[in-house]
């Protein structure tokens, strides 16, 4: 099951038009991701902190559906899926919530763990893994 994120569209999302500025949508998402990684007890300190192995976005892609204002309430549902041994994608849905639920985005991410100092590719850490599998 995905783990779901609430959020309020708030002013410095939007343009100068009143809607959410395109690169925000991202920005939400890997808001849910964190939020997501400390649901599963993994601790966000340690797990963006250098410590010899780094986990970057390698691709990424968003399809927009509906635009999104001020004070639009969200849902944005998180579902990792492993790719391979050293890597995995997150496949989002952001909603606007309200009387009837509608999607407004679909995004994905792909991710790589790599060494930070050779950038050569390496195992996802346990707790990484455990989480991406429990999904």
Same mark, same amino acid.
Request: charged share 25%; no cysteine.
């Given at each position: 099951m995905p783990f779901a994120y609430a959020r309020?569209?708030?002013f410095p999302d939007t343009d100068?038009?009143?809607v959410v500025f395109f690169a925000?949508? $991202?920005s939400i998402c890997h808001e849910a991701y964190?939020?997501?990684?400390?649901?599963?007890?993994i601790p966000l300190g340690t797990f963006f902190a250098d410590h010899g192995v780094v986990v970057p976005i390698a691709k990424t892609e968003a399809s927009y559906l509906r635009p999104l204002f001020c004070?639009?309430?969200l849902r944005v549902d998180v579902?990792?899926?492993?790719?391979?041994?050293?890597?995995?994608? $997150?496949?989002?849905v952001i909603w606007k919530t309200g009387a009837a639920d509608k999607r407004a985005a679909v995004a994905r991410t792909e991710h790589v763990c790599i060494s930070s100092q050779?950038?050569?590719?390496?195992? $996802?850490p346990p707790a990484l893994s455990a989480w991406i599998d429990s999904a």
């Open positions: 309020t569209v708030h100068a038009a009143g925000r949508y $991202l964190e939020e997501a990684l400390a649901a599963a007890g004070g639009d309430k579902h990792p899926t492993r790719l391979t041994d050293n890597s995995f994608a $997150l496949d989002y050779t950038r050569e590719r390496l195992t $996802l």
